[in-house]
């Protein structure tokens, strides 16, 4: 049999609906958006990928996408290449928006990883080995995430409160982290600060630590505090938080509160690609580095990043932004196959209400995932694929992913 070629290239934008959570720079809107990458083979293959979904990354998806038939999905180098053409460089697409947070210098990597993920979808679809096989082998059966809590509204404004309700104080942070330790068992805790006074969030920090003994807690700011308040939260909280996360911006930030606290410094803000790593390692600037595959380039550049991290005793954990099931298979895979993955994963995932894949294909079990061992990322389409989608495809006619989806209705940018 001849290999396989890539025969087309779908990117769907996706809107799926988010909660109203609050963080430093301001509200989350009522819908999230994500896209969809679908990479078809003439031999009938699916591969799919997942990424951000702003107009600006969706042109450059569609480009990319545009130029993608032909192509061997085993040449992950070449792809690299043809994305580089694609994008008229490695460099470039500077403030590609990442939530308005990420400052980047190319928009390369993040163009490049849906499709990197897709061809390692359908590699593994091809061989029947799954995704974290292609990795190096998973080292965990599970991966474990930690609870994300939010301050939060009770609705969007004009629109119905949601069933979590409003969190707006340190009573409501532990009920809101009752419940989600009570449905999704999870054993460590992050509060996204940046949103009250800084001792208001310890507070809150604190009310977790007494209703939550022994379960490590996290507290991200967003980089919404100066170094000075920065330090002034890690003395209050040391010994209480196992780690900071952005405190405060920048990796001269950083290092300043660094070489004032042990408490550990976590960053998804200021280590966010591989030219950072060198300063930021100079500076002893952060203690650990939250991965994203997202804006890491994909899969196989996050494996290296890990190599990286390990080298220079740095700890790794990973980021999540608001993100339907393809980015968490990714996220699970690319996690079991991390022997250095020092700390729990970030995940938005209890806050979705509604998927692009068939329910309960991944589930939180102990506030982790099992590793899927099936062909690929190992999961299937069940074609309920926006928002306002109410098309489905029966997750009892689904052939785990050898048949596109079927959505009639969810709108395509590119063929
Ligand atoms: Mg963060």
Redesign the pocket.
Known sequence: MSPSRIARAVVTPIAFADPPLLNVVGVHQPYALRAIVELHTDTGLVGLGETYGDEAILERLAAVAAALPGHDPYDLNGLRRLVTTVLGGDTGGAGASYGGMLEVSSAHPGVHSPFEVACLDLIGRETGRPVSDLLGGAVRDRVPFSGYLFYKWAGHPGLADDDWGAALDPDAIVAQAKRMVDGWGFGSLKL?GGVFPPDDECAAIEALAEAFPGVPLRL?P?GGWTPQTSVRVAERLAGVVEYL??PTPGIDGMAYVAARTEVPL????CVIAFEHLAPAVAADAVQIV?SDHHLWGGLRPSVQLAGICDAFGMGLSM?SNSHLGVSLAAMVHLAAATPNLTYAC?THYPWKTEDVIVAGALGFEDGSVAVPTGPGLGWSWTGTCSARCTSSTSPAACDGGRTPPTCARSSRVSR
Request: aromatic share 0%.
């Open positions: 996204k991200d967003n996360e952005d976590a960053t998804n803000m939250l980021h970030d």
